[in-house]
């Protein structure tokens, strides 16, 4: 019943229990979760023999339901069109699951020949759709006396439910997170999607990580503590450095600071002050208080050789009066993907935003700039916009219309005397990998991702021991991403995460009863409230990446990967009772409780 399977290896991980100081070992444990996005799937479908299909709907990746209704109607691909609307969030709910919805609704308007809507209502969705997928990890870690990793062998498991999905490229992200941003001479990580009676598990945004991190970061903390060290000092001896290598033998090229980062993490929440202070308050009080942290990092864009698979493609066009189109099939799901699309397009040639317009991505009319997903909207596919900018500044300068250092109006005007003399204006960027990059998919080593985004996230917790409830005061998410494009779009998106971080590990609780959930409704699936949510404090390390636009990073997922364990840690520190799996709702809070008195 595997779906999938990976083996990752670093040196020799049999070679080293004999020679550690310390030898420790922990099991761990995540739930589903539900997307929730704020607009259900929905889709609008004409179709007949004549014209083909089209479909018009709320979805992230136009060109994967393309694919989808091009092998279910067996047409030629310029008989299928796939307009994405704006759509109402979706966090990897509506990467492969529109597909099925599209295919019903073209199917339906195919036979009745008339056009066919059908729009999921909120228990249909929560129903039917897929979640994330719920996982189980063990750790056995070696360290040395003087707190230095010597071996990490992780079983990672997630469920894949009852048919494969995505589950394998999931599990592939999953397991190359799982040993975090820290040097281990010898690692062996056995990852595994399993088949089980549950409906579908699939994309949500962090697409594995999540579930790895959760477990790494918990387990970090016991590994500190058997090594009689303090979970930050453990993490200090241990951060991967600039040249260094990772688990699947990536070299580390970029400049790491996970110290400064951690340091000023820690800073930022006083966190030394309250560990003592706190430890010295709780005492017999009922509500306890705790402070915890989380150390990760997060790959951003396809794993391995997925980029150079997509061959990722966007045009710019420029039109009469000057102003400039952005065709690419990235899609706007309230993330801001056409502000910083037209950001970047209006930086790059010198004009203001408002002469740049983003076409609505219709598969009809944009090249396949590949799915928005992954955290490469921004990075690969807003440098593709940049380069074609670039690219569309040249042939204007190069026909000799423009001036290098010109004013917006010469551009306008340079514009209209190129189109006038030689026809359409559009200049296209396809993706190149960065140089020195390679990938070995048989070996599963190599360069798994571009380039990283790495964070410190710090939680405090307050813990009530009667009601066993636990309410999140204050959240501290310091993260290096490359060079910041949008602030405000930016910190909107490690908001939004941390949000749902904070579902996931407190409140988010998906209930199977054979294999359908049974509380598909925003009734009895508990979600955080704006009353449930901190002032949760948002801070930036800038380290510019060359092959970004502007020197960005990706940062859509990496939010949802920390607060999890940082919360785990802060509920340990209250409460002295270690909870290796999530959510902690107050019944399994209880049953901690109750199982350390015993």
Same mark, same amino acid.
Request: proline share 6%; charged share 20%; with cysteine.
């Given at each position: 019943?595997?779906?999938?399977?990976?083996?990752?290896?670093?040196?020799?991980?049999?070679?080293?229990?004999?020679?550690?100081?310390?030898?420790?070992?922990?099991?761990?444990?995540?739930?589903?979760?539900?997307?929730?996005?704020?607009?259900?799937?929905?889709?609008?479908?004409?179709?007949?023999?004549?014209?083909?299909?089209?479909?018009?709907?709320?979805?992230?990746?136009?060109?994967?339901?393309?694919?989808?209704?091009?092998?279910?109607?067996?047409?030629?691909?310029?008989?299928?069109?796939?307009?994405?609307?704006?759509?109402?969030?979706?966090?990897?709910?509506?990467?492969?699951?529109?597909?099925?919805?599209?295919?019903?609704?073209?199917l339906?308007?195919?036979?009745?020949?008339?056009?066919?809507?059908?729009?999921?209502?909120?228990?249909?969705?929560?129903?039917?759709?897929t979640?994330?997928?719920?996982?189980?990890?063990?750790?056995?870690?070696?360290?040395?006396?003087?707190?230095?990793?010597?071996?990490?062998?992780?079983?990672?498991?997630?469920?894949?439910?009852?048919?494969?999905?995505?589950?394998?490229?999931?599990?592939?992200?999953?397991?190359?997170h799982?040993?975090?941003?820290?040097?281990?001479?010898?690692?062996?990580?056995?990852?595994?999607?399993?088949?089980?009676?549950?409906?579908?598990?699939?994309?949500?945004?962090?697409?594995?990580?999540?579930?790895?991190?959760f477990?790494?970061?918990?387990?970090?903390?016991?590994?500190?503590?058997?090594?009689?060290?303090?979970?930050?000092?453990?993490?200090?001896?241990?951060?991967?450095?600039?040249?260094?290598?990772?688990?699947?033998?990536?070299?580390?090229?970029?400049?790491?600071?996970?110290?400064?980062?951690?340091?000023?993490?820690?800073?930022?929440?006083?966190?030394?002050?309250?560990?003592?202070?706190f430890?010295?308050?709780?005492?017999?009080?009922?509500?306890?208080?705790?402070?915890g942290?989380?150390?990760?990092?997060?790959?951003?864009?396809?794993?391995?050789?997925?980029?150079? !698979?997509l @061959?990722? $493609?966007?045009?710019?066009?420029? *039109?009469? #009066?000057? &102003? /400039?189109?952005?065709?690419? %099939?990235?899609? =706007?799901m309230?993330?801001?993907?056409?502000?910083?699309?037209a950001?970047?397009?209006?930086e790059?040639?010198?004009?203001?935003?408002?002469?740049?317009?983003?076409?609505?991505p219709?598969?009809?009319?944009?090249?396949?700039?590949?799915?928005?997903?992954?955290?490469?909207?921004?990075?690969?596919?807003?440098?593709?916009?940049?380069?074609?900018?670039?690219?569309?500044?040249?042939?204007?300068?190069?026909?000799?219309?423009?001036?290098?250092?010109?004013?917006?109006?010469?551009?306008?005007?340079?514009?209209?005397?190129?189109?006038?003399?030689?026809?359409?204006?559009?200049?296209?960027?396809?993706?190149?990998?960065?140089?020195?990059?390679?990938?070995?998919?048989?070996?599963?080593?190599?360069?798994?991702?571009?380039?990283?985004?790495?964070?410190? !996230?710090? @939680?405090? $917790?307050?813990?009530?021991?009667? *009601?066993? #409830?636990? &309410? /999140?005061?204050?959240?501290? %998410?310091?993260? =290096?991403?490359?060079?910041?494009?949008?602030?405000?779009?930016?910190?909107?998106?490690?908001?939004?995460?941390?949000?749902?971080?904070?579902?996931?590990?407190?409140?988010?609780?998906?209930?199977?009863?054979?294999?359908?959930?049974?509380?598909?409704?925003?009734?009895?699936?508990?979600?955080?409230?704006?009353?449930?949510?901190?002032p949760?404090?948002?801070?930036?390390?800038?380290?510019?990446?060359?092959?970004?636009?502007g020197?960005?990073?990706?940062?859509?997922?990496?939010?949802?990967?920390?607060?999890?364990?940082?919360?785990?840690n802060?509920?340990?520190?209250?409460?002295?009772?270690?909870?290796?799996?999530?959510?902690?709702?107050?019944?399994?809070?209880?049953?901690?409780?109750?199982?350390?008195?015993?």
């Amino acid at each position: 019943n595997v779906f999938k399977s990976f083996l990752v290896t670093q040196g020799d991980v049999e070679s080293v229990w004999k020679q550690a100081g310390f030898i420790i070992e922990g099991e761990y444990s995540t739930g589903a979760q539900e997307q929730l996005y704020i607009e259900p799937n929905g889709m609008i479908a004409i179709a007949n023999s004549q014209d083909g299909v089209t479909v018009w709907g709320s979805l992230q990746c136009p060109f994967y339901v393309h694919k989808a209704l091009v092998a279910l109607f067996g047409l030629p691909k310029d008989k299928v069109r796939v307009v994405q609307m704006e759509t109402g969030g979706g966090f990897g709910g509506k990467e492969e699951y529109p597909s099925m919805i599209a295919g019903h609704a073209a199917l339906l308007a195919w036979k009745s020949g008339r056009p066919v809507k059908i729009v999921y209502d909120r228990a249909e969705d929560m129903a039917a759709t897929t979640k994330r997928h719920p996982s189980r990890t063990r750790h056995r870690t070696a360290v040395g006396r003087d707190g230095k990793l010597l071996a990490m062998d992780i079983d990672f498991v997630i469920d894949g439910g009852a048919y494969t999905t995505l589950s394998p490229v999931v599990l592939s992200r999953g397991t190359i997170h799982a040993a975090g941003p820290y040097f281990c001479p010898n690692v062996r990580i056995r990852g595994r999607a399993v088949a089980t009676n549950l409906p579908p598990h699939g994309a949500f945004r962090g697409f594995g990580a999540p579930q790895s991190i959760f477990a790494l970061e918990c387990h970090m903390n016991e590994v500190a503590k058997a090594a009689g060290l303090t979970p930050d000092e453990f993490r200090r001896r241990n951060f991967i450095e600039q040249g260094q290598t990772s688990a699947v033998g990536q070299v580390i090229r970029e400049r790491v600071d996970m110290r400064r980062l951690l340091d000023r993490a820690l800073e930022l929440a006083d966190y030394h002050a309250k560990v003592k202070r706190f430890a010295e308050e709780n005492g017999r009080n009922p509500l306890k208080k705790g402070i915890g942290f989380a150390s990760f990092m997060h790959g951003a864009g396809f794993t391995g050789s997925g980029e150079e !698979y997509l @061959a990722s $493609v966007v045009s710019l066009e420029a *039109t009469l #009066e000057g &102003r /400039v189109r952005v065709l690419a %099939a990235s899609t =706007e799901m309230g993330q801001g993907t056409k502000t910083v699309f037209a950001q970047i397009a209006a930086e790059t040639l010198g004009l203001d935003y408002e002469w740049i317009e983003v076409a609505q991505p219709d598969t009809a009319a944009v090249p396949n700039s590949g799915p928005t997903v992954a955290s490469r909207t921004c990075m690969i596919v807003g440098k593709l916009v940049e380069s074609a900018a670039l690219g569309l500044k040249q042939t204007l300068i190069r026909s000799g219309f423009l001036r290098e250092n010109y004013e917006p109006a010469e551009f306008r005007q340079a514009c209209r005397k190129y189109i006038d003399q030689f026809g359409p204006l559009k200049s296209t960027s396809q993706y190149q990998p960065p140089p020195g990059i390679h990938w070995d998919d048989e070996k599963y080593q190599g360069d798994a991702y571009g380039t990283y985004a790495w964070a410190v !996230y710090v @939680a405090e $917790v307050t813990v009530d021991t009667i *009601t066993c #409830e636990v &309410r /999140v005061d204050d959240f501290v %998410a310091v993260q =290096e991403v490359g060079k910041v494009i949008h602030p405000v779009l930016a910190t909107g998106q490690i908001e939004g995460g941390v949000a749902q971080g904070i579902g996931y590990a407190l409140y988010e609780n998906v209930v199977w009863q054979e294999g359908r959930m049974v509380n598909a409704q925003m009734t009895n699936y508990i979600m955080p409230t704006s009353a449930d949510v901190p002032p949760i404090r948002v801070f930036y390390e800038e380290n510019p990446y060359p092959f970004g636009p502007g020197g960005a990073k990706g940062i859509g997922e990496l939010p949802m990967d920390g607060p999890a364990p940082a919360i785990v840690n802060a509920i340990e520190q209250a409460t002295g009772v270690r909870i290796p799996r999530i959510p902690v709702t107050p019944e399994v809070l209880m049953e901690a409780l109750e199982g350390a008195l015993v």
